[in-house]
């Protein structure tokens, strides 16, 4: 089962002595968090991530962040050491089971926090089939309506449950305990020409580390929070808005300083999220992308950070340290023959998948080949010559 897992430490001079005296001592504490091994790896792939298969693992005193895969959508789930559960957003209409399933998976009984960052569908689309499966604490959303129907399911579903909406706005504190804060950033006006900048900004920090989860927030709100009094710092940066250019602007990463960046996003999306731009504004950042890696989780103990994902596509074929790649490339690059044959389906879309892998290596997989269907395109090609020409080359086997 693909599985991409590494931690980082805040304390890298400290780890390097103890993991060398460690080594020294003949103790392997190893940098990589084994995943649950033997799992089945059949039954809702990539959903089942390491905490899912392990709900015990929400341990007290840890802080996991899930940024759960729901397509073009955005579904955090913040389990919080103090054993409290925050939900950001509940991905789009259809995607309201999805994310009842990895909550209750993840042995998630009541969501203490419900946070609807502004009434996109994309984010509060689910949030009604979640507040009728769960029992809800808090709920928080933007002070903004809006008449869609999608808008209307919610507020039927708060009332039918009793709860009250309480505002979100910049500097709500809405957990304020020592080492362990969860406080919102914005938003900080009462009126915007664009519901994405009503987006509730959280940021949840555990001792050293801190996350920012943007919503939708475009420059704009970006830029209010910059002239606020609240740090947006953060080591791992929920992108705002899908990746879209309209935010994450330069100034607002330069205070930021983000070591890792979350893009929630869709297979081929109409949008074409993540942009050019914010992908290259990003450049030193490592990113993860729910279309690419599917879920992502984030745990920490205030110091390390652990990062897991459903599906990166490790291929097997592509595996560090393995010979013949040059061949691949040559055999595929220069085989006029079978070059220009179509593949496409009954619509036109091109079938042949073009995926850059962790390492950053453009490789196209033809339909029927060894990894096609485990592998999530980037860009879809009609012939081997277009992806060769996109600065594919072909998978090797
Ligand atoms: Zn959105």
């Not at 957003?89 to 203490?112: C, E, P, Q, S």
């Not at 297979?267 to 992502?296: A, C, M, S, W």
């Not at 453009?362 to 879809?380: L, R, S, V």
């Amino acid at each position: 089962m693909p599985r991409y897992s590494i931690r980082i430490s805040k304390l890298w001079p400290v780890i390097l002595i103890t993991v060398f005296l460690l080594l020294a001592a003949g103790c392997n504490d190893g940098s990589i968090t084994p995943g649950p091994t033997g799992q089945e790896s059949g039954q809702n792939g990539y959903h089942q991530s390491a905490v899912v298969q392990n709900p015990g693992d929400a341990s007290p005193g840890r802080l996991k962040v899930h940024f759960l895969d729901v397509g073009q959508a955005d579904s955090i789930l913040v389990q919080l050491p103090n054993e409290q559960n925050m939900l950001i957003d509940a991905g789009d209409n259809n995607d309201g089971d999805t994310v009842v399933d990895y909550l209750a998976k993840a042995g998630i009984k009541r969501i203490d926090y419900l946070v609807g960052t502004h009434p996109h569908a994309d984010h509060i689309g689910g949030m009604d089939t979640v507040i009728k499966h769960f029992t809800i604490g808090e709920v928080f959303m933007p002070r903004v309506t809006s008449t869609t129907r999608t808008y209307e399911d919610v507020l039927t579903a708060i009332k039918e449950k009793k709860l009250k909406i309480t505002t979100a706005k910049a500097g709500l504190k809405i957990v304020d305990d020592g080492s362990l804060q969860v406080v919102m950033l914005s938003p900080h006006g009462t009126e915007y020409a664009d519901m994405n900048n009503y987006s509730a900004v959280v940021k949840v920090t555990l001792g050293e580390v801190s996350f920012l989860c943007m919503g939708d927030a475009e420059e704009q709100a970006e830029m209010e929070i910059l002239a606020s009094s609240l740090s947006p710092q953060a080591d791992v940066l929920k992108v705002g808005h899908h990746g879209s250019h309209s935010s994450t602007s330069e100034a607002f990463l330069q205070a930021v300083q983000p070591q890792y960046a979350v893009i929630c996003a869709g297979v081929g999306n109409d949008y074409g999220h993540p942009h050019k731009e914010t992908l290259t504004r990003l450049q030193g950042v490592q990113i993860f992308r729910t279309d690419l890696d599917g879920t992502v989780v984030f745990a920490t103990d205030g110091q390390e950070i652990n990062v897991t994902t459903g599906k990166r596509n490790i291929d097997s074929s592509v595996s560090p340290g393995e010979a013949g790649l040059d061949n691949g490339q040559k055999d595929g690059g220069a085989n006029g023959q079978n070059n220009e044959q179509v593949y496409v389906d009954d619509n036109g879309r091109g079938l042949i998948k073009g995926n850059i892998n962790s390492r950053g290596e453009k490789i196209y997989h033809m339909p029927g080949g060894a990894n096609y269907d485990n592998t999530k395109p980037e860009q879809w090609f009609k012939t081997e010559a277009e992806a060769v020409a996109a600065g594919f080359r072909p998978v090797k086997g």
